[in-house]
């Protein structure tokens, strides 16, 4: 069964701080993997998107590891602001006869503070 | 940027009663889903949608639920008869395998009362 867990399950940390979040995945046949961030109430909105080949893609203040081997990645925030509270949650896509399947993760939830 | 639209974006209804969740997709997608998000859960896979037919779905996507490309823009997701356990929010998205791009609307909050 395709699955993908995160770690840790919720953050506090300091306005300013930089953070790594955790991701495993187990899913056949991996397509590409991504992190979203939600905010409460709305809908996943895209940060990174990487294929099996790509072990770092960054997009602003997010960087996001890939290590296919080990079914591992991470995503890095850096001089976080109080607009990064949300959840933030690692996907992966499989290509299957419906497409494009995301197995979703159950998310890392953020809370910056002052 | 393109978006998924969905409307309405909360829907109140009585157990047992039908409802409709209407989604415009992004127009030269050519693959349509749903997922569903319960409070405080991760959100699910019900089902996808391409060349007017379902290609997957769950196993959450029982007979209560159907799909639906009416026209050329609309994508609806019916609920026959809502039960409690069907409040949550539904996400609509659309996917074209041009790029890797898969874009989420900004959900229907059900409530089933």
């Known amino acids: 069964k395709n699955q993908v867990e995160q770690s840790p399950q919720s953050l506090i940390i300091l306005e300013g701080k930089n953070c790594t979040l955790q991701?495993?995945?187990?899913?056949?046949?991996?397509?590409?993997l991504r992190w979203y961030k939600q905010d409460t109430g709305r809908g996943p909105v895209s940060l990174t998107i990487?294929?099996?080949?790509?072990n770092t893609k960054s997009n602003g203040r997010y960087t996001a590891t890939l290590d296919a081997d080990t079914k591992q990645s991470s995503l890095h925030i850096t001089a976080s602001q109080l607009s990064d509270s949300a959840s933030y949650i690692c996907v992966v896509s499989a290509i299957t006869g419906g497409g494009n399947k995301l197995t979703f993760g159950t998310g890392t939830q953020l809370k910056v503070e002052l | 940027e393109p978006e998924v639209t969905q409307t309405p974006s909360h829907q109140v209804t009585q157990m047992g009663q039908e409802v409709i969740l209407r989604c415009v997709p992004i127009?030269?997608?050519?693959?349509f889903y749903w997922y569903r998000q319960i409070l405080g859960q991760k959100v699910e896979f019900l089902v996808s949608?391409?060349?007017?037919?379902?290609?997957?779905k769950s196993e959450i996507f029982d007979d209560q639920f159907s799909v639906e490309r009416p026209d050329g823009s609309n994508f609806t997701l019916k609920i026959r008869s809502t039960k409690l356990e069907d409040s949550a929010m539904y996400f609509c998205a659309s996917w074209t395998a041009l790029n890797y791009g898969y874009t989420f609307g900004s959900g229907t909050r059900l409530t089933v009362v």
């Open positions: 991701c495993n995945y187990t899913v056949s046949p991996f397509s590409n």
């Open positions: 949608f391409y060349n007017n037919e379902i290609s997957e």
């Open positions: 127009s030269n997608h050519l693959y």
């Open positions: 990487m294929t099996f080949s790509e």
